[in-house]
């Protein structure tokens, strides 16, 4: 097992995965039928070049670059160590730019993230990420939103054929010709002024939303 990991954190290694991965997602991409549901909400966002941040469970990463419709990339904070370097590897096929956090104190780098929705770029967060617990959101997410005063857009998605790895967040894979489908929740205002006990409010909202999406998806991918 030990040998494994070595030789999975390995970059040469991690780059001939990713091309794999890349290949498979492109493949998935084109067989599949994919629809969009509610993309007026984002829509008004990019006419208007006002940014938000997108919030999702990180077991739904592989598809989530196909929800995207405008050419600036999500900036998608991910951790520092191989799993985000995994997934920083793979994003450059796709609109993705990872941003590292910081492992050690487990503080989100602000200043980047600052600097990014100051220049009207898009944040992508998975709350529940990047080692859980599954599909609980974090207090980060809230207090990022809440700091640069920038508003949490939901979003789910499902597809009629897949299957979920045997990992923490049971990551969603999924298969090529499928129906999929992507639904857009309405925006989430943080107040500035909001407490420890409200932020946990907002955090449970945040929760019930992303959710909701992704059992709309459902409905829709499965009919």
């Known amino acids: 097992m030990k040998i494994r990991k070595i030789i999975l954190k390995n970059l040469i290694v991690q780059h001939f995965l990713a091309f794999l991965a890349f290949i ?42 196909s929800s995207w419709e405008i050419k600036k990339k999500i900036n998608i904070l991910a951790s520092g160590h191989s799993d985000g370097r995994f997934g920083a590897i793979l994003g450059k096929y796709f609109n993705l730019n990872n941003v590292q956090t910081s492992e050690k104190n487990k503080n989100m780098i602000l200043r980047p993230i600052f600097q990014f929705l100051k220049s009207k770029e898009y944040i992508g967060i998975t709350p529940d990420g990047p080692r859980g617990p599954k599909e609980k959101v974090s207090e980060g997410i809230i207090k990022i939103a809440k700091n640069t005063k920038t508003p949490i857009i939901p979003l789910g998605f499902w597809s009629s054929k897949n299957f979920a790895l045997k990992s923490w967040d049971s990551f969603l894979i999924t298969r090529p010709f499928s129906k999929c489908c992507f639904v857009w929740g309405n925006p989430i205002n943080i107040p500035e002024s909001i407490d420890d006990n409200e932020m946990k409010k907002y955090q449970s909202i945040l929760e019930k939303k992303i959710n909701e999406c992704i059992e709309e998806a459902k409905k829709i991918a499965n009919d």
């Open 24 to 65: 498979y997602i492109l493949f998935v991409n084109l067989t599949s039928s994919i629809i969009i549901k509610n993309s007026h909400v984002p829509k008004n966002f990019w006419m208007n070049e006002k940014s938000f941040i997108l919030g999702f469970w990180h077991s739904q990463l592989m598809m989530v670059s």
